[in-house]
């Protein structure tokens, strides 16, 4: 049996990671990206913008495996990473809607009320 502290770290290269980035942001000609609040982030040389609430064209899934990738590059990718801090601020985007999601599902379906009452009492 092979223990996680045994198991090599998991690696995406750098090629992807870049491409990747390149592919979910926006180089902001549309407009509506350069609006207030959206995200500025450094990718292959170029500023490329993510607009807040800006991955409605990706599933559940996709934020999931884009948070996934987006922490694993940090590290396959660590000298841009340390310079621009592009996968992290990435990451905490993907973080944030996925959050926002959540949130919005349990108003849509009049969930709030009981998530909050639950909360309270497993959390005395």
Same mark, same amino acid.
């Given at each position: /049996?092979? +223990?996680?502290?045994?198991?090599?770290? &998991?690696?995406?290269?750098? %090629?992807?990671?870049? =491409? !990747?980035? #390149?592919?979910?942001?926006?180089?902001?000609s549309?407009?509506?990206?350069?609006?207030?609040?959206?995200?500025?982030i450094?990718?292959?040389?170029?500023?490329?913008?993510?607009?807040?609430?800006?991955?409605s064209?990706?599933? /559940?899934? +996709?934020?999931?495996?884009r948070?996934? &990738?987006?922490?694993?590059c %940090?590290?396959?990718? =660590? !000298?841009? #990473?340390?310079?621009?801090?592009t996968?992290?601020?990435?990451?905490?985007?993907?973080?944030?809607?996925?959050?926002?999601?959540?949130?919005l599902?349990?108003?849509?379906?009049?969930?709030?009320?009981?998530?909050?009452?639950?909360?309270?009492?497993?959390n005395k």
């Amino acid at each position: /049996m092979i +223990d996680a502290a045994s198991k090599p770290a &998991e690696t995406i290269p750098v %090629q992807q990671c870049s =491409a !990747d980035t #390149q592919a979910w942001t926006t180089d902001g000609s549309d407009r509506q990206t350069t609006m207030i609040g959206a995200v500025l982030i450094m990718v292959n040389g170029q500023i490329r913008y993510m607009p807040m609430g800006g991955t409605s064209h990706a599933t /559940m899934g +996709d934020l999931v495996m884009r948070i996934h &990738e987006m922490s694993v590059c %940090q590290t396959s990718d =660590a !000298d841009f #990473q340390k310079q621009f801090n592009t996968y992290a601020v990435l990451q905490k985007h993907y973080e944030e809607e996925r959050m926002t999601r959540y949130i919005l599902f349990l108003y849509k379906h009049n969930l709030m009320d009981q998530f909050v009452k639950e909360d309270a009492a497993e959390n005395k």
